[in-house]
């Protein structure tokens, strides 16, 4: 039997006759150091930047393993602490164990704060954020990639600051963090001595930037080259600014995703639906959550039905205007799939 397919896209229009636009957004860091700076930086060429990392259950790999891949790179010694000396389990059970702990690590010029599931349990241990206070007193720089940035607003270095996580986790920062401004459109944000990157690979451009404050642009493009990374500073989308920000977390279905794309200005997607099981239903779904759950709105959702020939197909319309002002214009279709389904086999 034919399983229903569902369609979804939704573009940033500027007029009724529903044209769409290239939305032109370029982040760009903080303006360049200042003499003062330059000097500071230029006096530590001549000794081995230091980087600590700390390490914990359930860390996510990428959040550390890129940032080290770029420090390595530009020769600075890497060296992780966590709180015990026993082997720790990472996000996809890589086995690891930490070079110092809480009680013996040395200090270091940067503090890099890592993310991942075991970010929260991490931020409850009084060691851990003990450290991390007293640690930042005496670091040049203090940075986190993803959740890291949950363990800064436990310790209070984040007060008063500007800062970023990874995109799913954006709302809670803002709730336990309400002395910070977070932003969601910057893959790092740069308060002088406090940085913050968003999810997972967003801490290799923060690495890259730290490299660029301390040994220069040139330094820091020709890492980036080394490791083939496509480095574009603050300039390359994050993923939280995605148009998809602007589509609800659909709940309810049961199905497999065939496509999904887009940018900052539109978002399309293709799913193969199981449950619901027919096309009433998933549009009846569809509809309800469109109406009551697309986020970040400073309008009413305005949602229409089309009626297409042919029974075995539903369509639906809707706009709204979102949290800055931009026209919206979103469109859902349902109809029996050709595709077969693929079952996979363990």
Not at 16 to 27: D, E, F, G, K, Y
């Amino acid at each position: 039997m034919a399983k229903p397919e569902s369609k979804l896209s939704m573009r940033h229009i500027t007029s009724t006759l529903l044209s769409t636009i290239v939305l032109a957004c370029c982040l760009l860091s903080a303006p360049g150091a200042s003499a003062e700076r330059r000097a500071t930086d230029d006096q530590t060429k001549s000794k081995q930047i230091t980087v600590a990392i700390v390490l914990f259950d359930g860390v996510q790999i990428i959040d550390y393993s890129g940032p080290w891949e770029v420090f390595g790179q530009a020769g600075f010694k890497v060296f992780t602490v966590a709180d015990k000396s026993e082997p720790l389990t990472t996000r996809f059970d890589q086995k690891v164990i930490a070079d110092y702990t809480f009680d013996n690590s040395p200090d270091a010029d940067i503090l890099l704060l890592p993310g991942g599931r075991g970010t929260l349990k991490t931020a409850d241990n009084p060691r851990a954020i003990k450290w991390i206070q007293d640690k930042a007193k005496t670091a040049r720089y203090v940075m986190s990639v993803c959740t890291g940035a949950f363990l800064l607003a436990r310790t209070g270095l984040l007060d008063g600051l500007s800062a970023t996580t990874y995109h799913d986790a954006i709302g809670n920062l803002s709730q336990v963090a309400p002395k910070t401004r977070v932003v969601y459109d910057q893959r790092y944000v740069d308060n002088g001595k406090v940085i913050t990157t968003a999810g997972l690979s967003s801490g290799i451009d923060g690495a890259l930037h730290l490299v660029e404050k301390i040994r220069g642009k040139g330094q820091a493009q020709s890492e980036a080259l080394v490791l083939e990374y496509i480095w574009e500073g603050d300039a390359k989308p994050s993923r939280a600014a995605f148009a998809d920000r602007y589509l609800p977390d659909f709940q309810g279905f049961e199905a497999k995703t065939i496509s999904v794309e887009g940018a900052l200005d539109h978002w399309d997607m293709q799913m193969l639906v199981s449950k619901p099981a027919s096309i009433a239903k998933i549009m009846d779904l569809t509809r309800k959550q469109i109406v009551s759950a697309t986020p970040h709105t400073s309008s009413a959702v305005t949602l229409t039905s089309r009626a297409p020939k042919g029974a075995a197909r539903s369509e639906i319309e809707w706009t709204f205007k979102d949290d800055l002002g931009r026209t919206w214009a979103g469109f859902a279709a349902t109809e029996l799939s050709a595709l077969v389904p693929v079952y996979d086999f363990a």
